[in-house]
């Protein structure tokens, strides 16, 4: 199944760094969304894009920064993490932001030393 | 508030052994959805099944079945005769369709997931 990509698939970097994750959905889907899953943590939902337009920040730092240029496309900024960041970053695309199911990318696995 | 508990945190079972995953959940919404995701060790969660709350219908697809009872808020996942590669972590998830209850309205609420391992 590659309806869902997402580059990288393994991301290290330092605390100073910047870097983007990127995903990318084949569905035709209008809704997209990051995740942040950590080990012993629930999923936790991020952003939420529904047609290009962000409808949902569950209070993520502003080191973490998304973009949607479009609802095939989208990316996670990140600048100055932290430790705690290091995590699997989930992006997953539905048809729309009504309970529809949603479809998982496969993740990056983010280490920040 | 909205709440998805899976209590069995890890489930090991010899292959050909049923196995039941069980997902608690709270909810003061009268319309919601339930649904179940597998995590294999490549990390992708793929979707399982999509429930309303006003289907009460059990769920049979394959070896997987699902029993869904709303008297006691629970949305259980059956693996008949299990196999080597439906070892993985497996997530219940809530969605609830009104923002009325203070929840985000279709966002999904995941519990912490079960880790099932299936040895030959």
């Known amino acids: 199944e590659t309806g869902v990509t997402q580059t990288p698939r393994h991301l290290v970097m330092g605390m100073t760094n910047k870097k983007s994750l990127k995903c990318e959905q084949h569905?035709?889907?209008?809704?997209m969304y990051w995740y942040k899953q950590s080990a012993k943590k629930p999923l936790e939902l991020m952003f939420v894009?529904?047609?290009?337009?962000?409808?949902e920040n569950n209070s993520v730092p502003s080191r973490f920064s998304p973009e949607c240029p479009n609802s095939s496309h989208l990316f996670l900024h990140l600048h100055t993490l932290q430790p705690e960041d290091s995590a699997l970053y989930l992006c997953?695309?539905?048809?729309?932001?009504?309970?529809?199911?949603?479809?998982f990318g496969p993740g990056t696995r983010l280490t920040v030393t | 508030a909205q709440k998805v508990t899976q209590a069995q945190t890890e489930i090991s079972v010899v292959e050909k052994e049923d196995v039941t995953l069980d997902c608690v959940y709270e909810?003061?919404?009268?319309?919601?959805?339930l649904f179940w995701y597998k995590q294999p060790p490549s990390g992708e969660l793929v979707f399982l099944i999509r429930?309303?709350?006003?289907?009460?219908q059990n769920e049979i697809s394959g070896r997987y079945s699902w029993n869904f009872q709303k008297s006691t808020s629970s949305f259980n996942f059956t693996i008949t005769a299990s196999q080597v590669v439906d070892s993985a972590v497996y997530f219940c998830?809530?969605?609830?369709?009104?923002?009325?209850?203070?929840?985000?309205?279709?966002?999904?609420?995941f519990g912490k997931g079960t880790k099932l391992s299936v040895k030959p």
């Open positions: 998830a809530l969605s609830e369709a009104s923002m009325n209850y203070g929840g985000s309205q279709g966002n999904l609420i």
């Open positions: 569905l035709g889907h209008n809704a």
């Open positions: 997953a695309s539905s048809q729309g932001q009504a309970p529809y199911e949603q479809y």
């Open positions: 894009y529904n047609f290009k337009e962000q409808t």
């Open positions: 429930r309303n709350s006003f289907d009460e």
């Open positions: 909810t003061r919404d009268t319309t919601y959805y």
